[in-house]
């Protein structure tokens, strides 16, 4: 029996990703557009087999934008909110929400089948109100007593890399087929930090794709600079507040203009840890076949699934076996 592993999936990632990769001439036979279920379901087929996990868990955003970090920092993912009247990925994953990041509507059908379908497989999807998927993948990762492979095409991720807990990120910005393998060696490498100093890090320099604007003047050369000599956000800012320290004059008036951001960014940039999920590890073992076999059938015919069903279906049965 082969030992315990965790795949954790930034599930709308992988989907979107499959939406703009795969040929939107992949459709169900009454014209529903499949390409994001079919290259989800390739996914996951891939990523199992060659990983081969034992359990997996679809994480789920069931808030992309929450109220609590907006408090914190408004301007947090303010550039993806929809006008009125648009699709919104909030929309498509809970009724409870009314507005959110836009998202063409050849993939909002999607969502509500994919859904179905991985229930049918029996794959587990969590999601806990208020908090994004990277929140549950933060939880799910950091309790996990077994190695973890987090799937995520963001980098916010790669604060969770510990190599002494065996967590690593593959990371798909490239694509699925060319993704890296994300260690610590690899953040050092990559920013000049460790894993563990990646939310200090994203703090000072920002990130213009979740609205954080970060510390103006201060790159991440400057930011990695700083994280080497004084350790984390915390250090650096009492060593700008003392005049014994090597900080430039410049860096500390940078500091010292952006104080009222950097109390609060940190808590904005940082995943949850300690979420009450509502599941167990036993809950995200994965199935040797689907949970609903004829429901399963029956998705894979109306949906038109073809090929991405068979290929699920067998890396399932190559673990179990």
Known sequence: MSPDRLLLLDTASLYFRAFFGMPDSLRAPDGTPVNAIRGLLDYIAKLTDGYHPTHLACCWDNDWRPAWRVELVPSYKAHRVAGSGDTTISEMSSSKTTSGETAPDDLAVQVPYIRAVLDALGIAIVGKNGYEADDVIGTLASTAAMPVDIVTGDRDLFQLVDDAREVRVLYVARGVGRHERVDDAWVRSKYGVPASGYVSFATLRGDPSDGLPGVAGIGEKTAASLIDSYGDLDAILAAASS???KVSASVRSKLGAAIDYLAVAPTVVAVARDLDLGVTFDDLRLPPAP??????????????????????????????G
């Open 291 to 320: 949970r609903e076999p004829e429901l399963f059938a029956e998705l894979t015919e109306l949906l038109g699934l073809g090929g991405s069903a068979d290929r699920v279906l067998a890396a399932l049965a190559a673990e179990a």
């Open 243 to 245: 005049p014994d320290t």
